[in-house]
């Protein structure tokens, strides 16, 4: 005698097939997109910016926020006041923390809040 265990996702599977829920799906039968291609990294970004059909230039709001953080010194060198800079860290910041929680479009992210005097402090060394 041969016993099994069966999940509960198995067998919600199993009635569902028996149901005949997965017949006739949209591209039954068609290979798999991407089927026979080198593996590329990036393929999950890619994908993603196809389905939402995003257009070249155009990136998620989580992705153009890491660009945003990599840019940070020549974006706040363009900043008048230490007031402006305290001001765009406290937006930037506010930003990164609905990213970090998935409240922003786009590939998850864990991005580092920026700490405001640092930053001044580094804009100010720039600026001699």
Known sequence: MVHWYESSIDRQLREATERGEFDNLEGTGKPL???GRDYEEDWWVRDW???EGATAGVI???L????????????????PAERDVRDYV????ERIRKANVGLLDGPPVVLPPQDPDQVVTAWRERRG
């Not at 990599?70 to 900043?79: F, I, N, P, V, Y």
């Not at 406290?90 to 910041?93: H, Q, S, V």
């Open 60 to 62: 998620p709001p989580t």
């Open 49 to 51: 910016l196809e389905r």
């Open 64 to 79: 153009a926020l890491r660009r945003e953080l990599e840019d940070l010194e020549a974006r706040t060198d363009r900043l």
């Open 33 to 35: 997109r991407g089927h």
């Open 90 to 93: 406290a937006e930037l910041n």
